[in-house]
T-cell receptor, first 115, second 114 residues
Framework: EAGVAQSPRYKIIEKRQSVAFWCNPI?????LYWYQQILGQGPKLLIQ????????DSQLPKDRFSAERLKGVDSTLKIQPAKLEDSAVYLC?????????????FGQGTRLTVV | AQTVTQSQPEMSVQEAETVTLSCTYD???????LFWYKQPPSRQMILVIR??????QNATENRFSVNFQKAAKSFSLKISDSQLGDAAMYFC???????????FGTGTSLTVIP
């Protein structure tokens, strides 16, 4: 079974530039999560999708971050404009919907450095 | 958001010995799941063990076991016969019953000393 795919693995941009991350979840997983993991901290939930609808985006900085999952499969997270404090690893995860027993499966993440 | 607290930023253990990582959480829900994840330097989060809140029996997976104290909202991970490959960041996670969000603690960095 293929895992959660993310790209790119690394990205370096200057502040005020824009950047986009892509995620393809495990086939059949209706729930998709984007997490931000700042160095030395635990993952913080940015946004959660159920199919192509948003379940929770309460911690997403909506003035600069946006995310979409148009066809209920893959997803894109965008930052525009980027700030220095956005430097972090961005993790995508997916899980089966309606089944609390299942864990979230994670991709390898994208390490973003804003200079 | 739910709060998950890991009070040990770093822990070390001698190879073949046992170590316990602590986790507490705050919730008003009665039904939920708890997880321990391992994150090696490759950044890939890997599930170590899970616990259902309505089950009193502590979960066990080979060398990994948990001590789940629901009333105390405590969920510690015990690693027996520690191996060099166990060295990693360990995150405690809480999964909500309604909404299915996962909330993570700040992690414990485990070093295994040969």
């Amino acid at each position: 079974e293929a895992g959660v795919a993310q790209s790119p693995r690394y990205k370096i941009i200057e502040k005020r530039q824009s950047v986009a991350f892509w995620c393809n979840p495990i086939s059949g997983h209706a729930t998709l999560y984007w997490y931000q993991q700042i160095l030395g901290q635990g993952p913080k939930l940015l946004i959660q999708f159920q199919n192509n609808g948003v379940v929770d985006d309460s911690q997403l900085p909506k003035d600069r971050f946006s995310a979409e999952r148009l066809k209920g499969v893959d997803s894109t997270l965008k930052i525009q404009p980027a700030k220095l404090e956005d430097s972090a690893v961005y993790l995508c995860a997916s899980s089966l919907a309606g089944n609390m027993n299942t864990e979230a499966f994670f991709g390898q993440g994208t390490r973003l450095t804003v200079v | 958001a739910q709060t998950v607290t890991q009070s040990q930023p770093e822990m070390s253990v001698q190879e073949a010995e046992t170590v316990t990582l602590s986790c507490t959480y705050d919730t008003s829900e009665s039904d939920y799941y708890l997880f321990w994840y391992k994150q090696p330097p490759s950044r890939q989060m890997i599930l170590v063990i899970r616990q259902e809140a309505y089950k009193q029996q502590n979960a066990t997976e080979n060398r990994f076991s948990v001590n789940f104290q629901k009333a105390a909202k405590s969920f510690s991970l015990k690693i027996s016969d520690s191996q060099l490959g166990d060295a990693a960041m360990y995150f405690c996670a809480y999964r909500r019953n309604t909404g299915n969000q996962f909330y993570f603690g700040t992690g414990t960095s485990l070093t295994v000393i040969p």
